[in-house]
């Protein structure tokens, strides 16, 4: 059974740092696509990075590039997304998925997934 479960979100001010964390089971995460999203209420999902299965390349939206940054640790099946330079415009819930292929999506849109997690909040807030 395919499972993942994010942790790691919070409250933090402007400029501030988060690593959130996605534990997955019922697949090995060195293999497959993951996938970070976010989702503010009242507005469409949208896709904030991936890792590829195998050679594990990264990919951002351009609005995150330089701040976070996408990684796995293939012993523990958990991806992570190490955020930096936190603003007030990444407030959201982010939610880890995976497609369980071994690409990610075409401009990280977050429709082939099938997989979800429930989500963790994380609020940038002075």
């Known amino acids: 059974q395919v499972q993942l479960v994010e ?51 990264p990919e951002y939206a351009n609005s995150v590039k330089g701040r976070f940054t996408i990684s796995r640790d293939n012993a523990k099946n958990t991806v992570y997304l190490q955020m930096n330079s936190l603003e007030l415009e990444d407030t959201a819930v982010y939610y880890c998925a995976t497609n369980l292929n071994d690409y990610c999506s075409d401009y990280l849109q977050w429709g082939p997934y099938d997989y979800w997690g429930q989500g963790t909040p994380v609020t940038v807030s002075s």
């Open 7 to 57: 942790s790691g979100g919070g409250r933090v001010q402007p400029g501030g740092s988060l690593t959130l964390s996605c534990v997955v089971s019922g697949f090995t995460s060195d293999l497959f696509a993951v996938g970070w999203f976010r989702q503010v209420s009242g507005k469409e999902r949208e896709g904030v990075s991936c890792i590829s299965g195998g050679s594990g390349s």
